[in-house]
């Protein structure tokens, strides 16, 4: 691989939708393929549940957002949410008969659920991927990933010594490197979750120095940064970070009357600057912001993401 090899290859175009317009279009159409994706929240901002969802989405045709695909959940955070899914799957199967018209299955049969232990676990089972892509399973082939969650991997694994550390970190480029070798080979979307830990540092950085736009990541209140540290933030292409927020309003747009109210912000790094902020309210509306000039779009997302929040 040289310069002048990537420039002879055409540039892929291929993206997933998540199932919200706002959404996809921060992300410039969907989930990208052959790299991978971050979606960085504290626990119960939604990441399972979009998830899930990009795991049906997946199976949509090309010409609706999909790839035509089925999907892997290597899942490390426990019970995996079987009932979630089959709610997700009839939602999905009412929405879009004409693929499962002329044939004797459903959402379901397509998303194939993996339980992973440890990074070490991850690692041995990575010939197990390769087989399925080379050899799908049913009349979709694999075209997403999704590990759910990298953070559990090494909750517990590692202590804080240096010989841990280097371990650790030649794990993470050992299973992004075999991730990406994949998405690639088998123009796959690899598409992972991750925690939040509790920022420490000063308010001039990171030891002085200011990394991407960690100061920026607020998520209940409090200034967080993603799990793992700037080793696997190096591993991935893209990140998408949730925030949670709960805020009182007064405008009645709580669905059971009541003012209290619970908002999800969305950024997308890595960048500069923000790139996108989006509102989701629990009657599923959802509200397009800019910083400067506050609401641009609203639309209604309770049929996609019913239970988003």
């Given amino acids: 691989m040289n310069p002048q090899s990537l420039l002879r290859q055409p540039p892929t175009n291929r993206k997933l939708t998540t199932g919200c317009p706002i959404i996809d279009g921060y992300l410039c159409g969907g989930v990208?393929?052959?790299s991978i994706t971050e979606i960085v929240a504290e626990s119960g901002c939604g990441k399972t549940q979009l998830c899930l969802q990009l795991s049906l989405s997946s199976q949509l045709p090309m010409s609706h957002g999909?790839?035509?695909?089925?999907?892997?959940?290597?899942?490390?955070?426990?019970?995996?949410p079987f009932r979630r899914l089959h709610q997700l799957s009839r939602s999905f199967h009412l929405s879009n008969p004409a693929i499962y018209a002329d044939h004797n299955d459903n959402p379901c049969d397509h998303v194939f659920v993996q339980s992973v232990h440890s990074a070490d676990h991850?690692?041995?089972?990575?010939?197990?991927?390769?087989?399925?892509?080379?050899?799908?399973?049913?009349?979709?082939?694999?075209?997403?990933?999704?590990?759910?969650?990298?953070?559990?991997?090494?909750?517990?694994?590692?202590?804080?010594?240096?010989?841990?550390?280097?371990?650790?970190?030649?794990?993470?480029?050992?299973?992004?490197?075999?991730?990406?070798?994949?998405?690639?080979?088998?123009?796959?979307?690899?598409?992972?979750?991750?925690?939040?830990?509790?920022?420490?540092?000063?308010?001039?950085?990171?030891?002085?120095?200011?990394?991407?736009?960690?100061?920026?990541?607020?998520?209940?209140?409090?200034?967080?940064?993603?799990?793992?540290?700037?080793?696997?933030?190096?591993?991935?292409?893209?990140?998408?970070?949730?925030?949670?927020?709960?805020?009182?309003?007064?405008?009645?747009?709580?669905?059971?009357?009541?003012?209290?109210?619970?908002?999800?912000?969305?950024?997308?790094f890595p960048s500069p600057r923000v790139l996108g902020l989006f509102r989701a309210y629990q009657d599923g509306r959802e509200e397009a912001m800019d910083e400067e000039n506050g609401i641009v779009s609203l639309c209604s997302l309770s049929r996609v993401f019913p239970l988003f929040l």
């Fill in 122 to 268: 991850l690692l041995d089972i990575m010939p197990r991927i390769e087989v399925l892509a080379e050899n799908p399973k049913t009349r979709f082939p694999l075209k997403l990933i999704v590990l759910d969650s990298v953070a559990a991997l090494f909750r517990s694994e590692f202590d804080n010594t240096p010989s841990d550390l280097k371990k650790r970190a030649s794990l993470f480029f050992k299973i992004s490197g075999k991730l990406k070798q994949l998405a690639h080979r088998f123009d796959l979307v690899v598409v992972m979750t991750n925690q939040v830990v509790d920022f420490v540092e000063s308010s001039e950085g990171i030891n002085g120095l200011r990394v991407g736009n960690v100061r920026a990541l607020y998520s209940s209140g409090r200034r967080v940064v993603p799990a793992l540290g700037l080793a696997w933030a190096n591993c991935v292409n893209s990140r998408l970070f949730l925030s949670r927020d709960e805020i009182v309003w007064n405008d009645n747009r709580g669905t059971d009357g009541n003012s209290d109210g619970l908002i999800s912000t969305s950024r997308l």
């Fill in 32 to 34: 990208p393929s052959n």
């Fill in 66 to 80: 999909g790839l035509s695909g089925s999907s892997l959940y290597l899942h490390s955070e426990f019970p995996f």
